[in-house]
């Protein structure tokens, strides 16, 4: 989970001044925690919050994500999330936004099983973007980090991702010229998809995803969440990225990731 949360504060910067380059200061004081690792610190404390059995979680995500929300109104929320945040009784809108992908890691990391990774996406996605595409990216990114932290090669990982869900036919130098911004799960997990299938380390990848352009911030948290489980993090990273979270943000992860496995290398 940390993973994405930091490939998020790596590219906040970016999201609006994209870079077509790998060469870039990793962090710097422009850099912050978006809606992307705000939400996924809400999935996180939901999953906690509900129990070894999981139940609730649902009704759990709601509750979680509407409290951060209303806690971080300025985190960069889409405008229909937004509204659905501050709803009395918020109800599903059919969106296929990349928003589904970007909070999903922390299914990744609890899952016992793979079934069980699914279940979790499915529970935690469908209160919101529960567009066929929304559904499917969230399962393919939560699917993708069980199997990684489950220790299967990165052939593996790909043929199993290709056949379910993305048949990915391009490399990131193929599309970075053109690649633009784009929101929607069709039009950028497939890419952070390939940022992580063609990394050679965790920081590689996160430097891969914000190179192509496009919804930075996103893509970059939805690679760092598979770099994470498949890599581990290297400590030096985790304790820059830290710095950008406040004290309560802090706790959430910390209890997270002692509950599910923290992977430091």
């Avoid at 504060?9 to 705000?38: H, M, Q, V």
């Avoid at 996406?121 to 939560?142: D, I, L, Q, R, Y």
């Avoid at 991702?161 to 950028?188: A, H, M, N, W």
Wanted: charged share 25%; hydrophobic share 40%; glycine share 10%.
């Amino acid at each position: 989970m940390l993973g994405a949360i930091i490939g998020d504060i790596a590219g906040s910067r970016f999201e609006w001044n994209n870079i077509k380059t790998k060469n870039f200061e990793l962090f710097t004081e422009e850099c912050y925690p978006t809606d992307d690792s705000i939400m996924t610190l809400a999935i996180a404390k939901a999953i906690l919050v509900c129990g070894e059995d999981h139940a609730g979680l649902e009704q759990g995500t709601v509750k979680y994500m509407q409290e951060f929300g209303i806690r971080y109104p300025d985190a960069g929320y889409g405008g229909r999330f937004f509204d659905w945040l501050f709803t009395e009784n918020p109800k599903p809108y059919n969106s296929f936004g990349n928003g589904a992908a970007m909070r999903v890691s922390p299914c990744g990391f609890a899952a016992k099983t793979l079934e069980e990774a699914i279940t979790l996406s499915k529970a935690v996605t469908k209160v919101t973007h529960n567009h066929p595409e929304g559904m499917k990216a969230a399962e393919a990114v939560s699917a993708a980090i069980f199997l990684a932290r489950s220790g299967k090669k990165m052939a593996e990982i790909r043929d199993y991702i290709e056949k379910k869900y993305y048949k990915i036919d391009f490399t990131l130098d193929q599309i970075r010229p053109t690649y633009e911004f784009d929101v929607t799960c069709q039009g950028s997990v497939p890419q952070a998809f390939e940022a992580f299938f063609e990394s050679t380390g965790f920081e590689d990848a996160i430097r891969n995803a914000i190179s192509i352009g496009g919804d930075s911030d996103t893509i970059a948290a939805i690679t760092g969440g598979m770099a994470g489980a498949y890599y581990g993090i290297p400590s030096g990273i985790i304790i820059q990225a830290a710095a950008f979270l406040d004290t309560d943000l802090l706790k959430i992860a910390a209890e997270f990731e002692k509950k599910y496995g923290l992977n430091i290398v």
